[in-house]
Every structure is written in structure tokens, then in C-alpha cells.
């Protein structure tokens, strides 16, 4: 757990927390849809170049270490400035 973490309020940890967990079931949901699609779903090239750019900039986030957080990103207003 890195300092920046443990230095949390609850409330905070919580949100967090949450939010992985909706992160997980998101994932699992979109492991499911890709798993079920077959090519010719996706005649719509652009459609396709989207889902995938979208999946290399998880995977791209998911492997960095020490980001700062943008608060306009976070669910429900976490991390704004009064909240």
C-alpha cells in the first residue's frame, strides 16, 4: 500500500475501493460482449478502432505508477475541490 493511499480517510478508500470494483465488473462485461462477437460484427471499421484504442489506453493507465489523478475523470465528482 503506498503512503499516498494509506493516508486516506475512509470515505475516500471506500470510493476507491468502489470504484474497482465497478472497474472489475466493466471489464468482465466487456471480456464477455468481445468473447461472444465474431469479425462480422464489426463491419463498421471505425467502430472496431475505437473499442481497441479505448482497450490500449486502460491497458496503458492501468500500467502506471505515481499518475496524478484529474478529478474532472473521477466518478461522482471525487476529487473536486468542497466534495
Not at 466487456?30 to 471505425?46: C, G, Q, S, T
Amino acid at each position: 500500500m503506498s503512503d499516498e493511499f494509506g493516508s486516506l480517510d475512509a470515505n475516500e478508500k471506500a470510493g476507491i475501493g468502489a470504484t474497482l470494483i465497478w472497474c472489475r465488473v466493466l471489464a468482465a462485461k466487456i471480456a464477455n460482449e468481445l468473447r461472444n462477437k465474431r469479425p462480422e460484427h464489426f463491419v463498421d471499421k471505425l467502430s472496431l478502432a475505437d473499442i481497441h484504442a479505448s482497450l490500449e489506453r486502460a491497458a496503458n493507465v492501468l500500467g502506471q505508477k505515481g499518475r496524478q489523478a484529474r478529478p474532472h475523470l473521477l466518478p461522482c465528482g471525487e476529487g473536486v475541490a468542497g466534495n
